[in-house]
């Protein structure tokens, strides 16, 4: 819990630098530390940042196709994350020393970096933005422990709300440098809370998106639901949708950010797990295993998918996908 109200004072626009992995790995002992986030649809690298002090391990120096085709297929546990399971996984949770050492991932893989052990915890997230804590060992030290996991199952939670508040802030100080030159029709709007929650500042869109979706004026009290979301922590965003439009409320300390977004189309998350995987080149019958589905319900999620999209292959399935996917991106 320390280590949890630490984290909270940073405030930045990054939640995961190199010096709260630092303190991360005084919770779970490691010889390295890291925190990756990945587009496992689009095969990028979004971000990855090491533990403050560890040595360079020279991931840039390894090929994206080996990465991408290979690594993110075999290993286990990256494996039981792309199948949802997001809980503390161990590199020995499937396989004994012996086991491990007679793959090609092992030599290819873990022994160039030194690695024997391996702990990881991702934030529950879709395949087109994972964010994942990678702890390794050398074959010097011991495995880890249950303890280890517990640790990393208990902080999940926290871990993703420090993300999620993270990007509220980022998205807070952007709306507010514009404020200078912002008027009714920008698509993000910033309120400034006073003593009670009552309204001290509203950006013009900021009054018309409160207009728009709760029907009263940005002075004074706020409006119901509003207050009533703040009374209740006002940690997960709040969600409103009028006439094909979608506004998203988040709050940091006492600030609103409002932002609006038109809603799109509307595909279920069970959809858009199908179609990720769709979009990585799987077959139904592969789709169907990976998700512990029956293959006809791989393809009744398809026939979904196609209408919504308005496609009717999988190859216009997917570019729909993604193109909806750099939109949302755009809009964040």
């Known amino acids: 819990m320390a280590f949890v109200a630490d984290a909270e004072t940073l405030g930045g626009e990054q939640p995961f630098t190199g010096d709260l992995l630092v303190e991360l790995g005084r919770l779970v002992e490691a010889d390295w530390v890291t925190y990756c986030e990945l587009d496992r649809v689009r095969r990028r690298n979004l971000l990855s940042v090491a533990r403050t002090g560890d040595d360079d391990d020279g991931d840039d120096d390894v090929p994206d196709e080996f990465f991408w085709d290979f690594v993110c297929n075999v290993h286990p546990v990256c494996v039981r994350h792309q199948q949802g399971v997001f809980d503390a996984l161990k590199l020995s949770d499937f396989l004994s020393p012996r086991e491990l050492h007679e793959t090609r991932l092992y030599d290819l893989w873990f022994r160039p970096y030194g690695v024997e052990h391996e702990l990881s915890v991702a934030i529950p997230s879709p395949h087109w933005h994972t964010k994942t804590f990678l702890f390794d060992r050398s074959r010097e030290s011991r495995d880890f422990t249950g303890r280890d996991r517990l640790i990393l199952d208990l902080l999940q939670p926290h871990l993703a709300r420090l ?75 709040l969600i409103r949708q009028l006439d094909g439009r979608r506004l998203t409320v988040r709050r940091s300390e006492d600030a609103l950010l409002l932002e609006e977004r038109q809603a799109g189309i509307q595909l279920t998350p069970r959809e858009r797990e199908v179609v990720s995987w769709l979009a990585r080149g799987k077959t139904n019958a592969e789709i169907a295993q990976l998700l512990w589905l029956a293959p006809s319900t791989v393809r009744k ?32």
């Open 163 to 237: 993300w999620q508040a993270a990007k509220t802030r980022r998205l807070l100080n952007a709306a507010l440098a514009e404020l200078d030159r912002a008027d009714e029709h920008d698509p993000r709007g910033v309120i400034l809370l006073g003593a009670g929650d009552e309204t001290e500042f509203a950006s013009p869109a900021a009054e018309r998106l409160l207009r728009d979706f709760f029907g009263r004026p940005a002075q004074g009290p706020l409006p119901p639901a509003l207050a009533d979301w703040l009374e209740a922590n006002g940690e997960r965003p």
């Open 301 to 332: 999620h398809l026939e979904n998918v196609y209408a919504k999209l308005g496609v009717n292959t999988r190859t216009a399935a997917v570019a729909r996908f993604l193109g909806l996917l750099d939109a949302e991106a755009e809009a964040s």
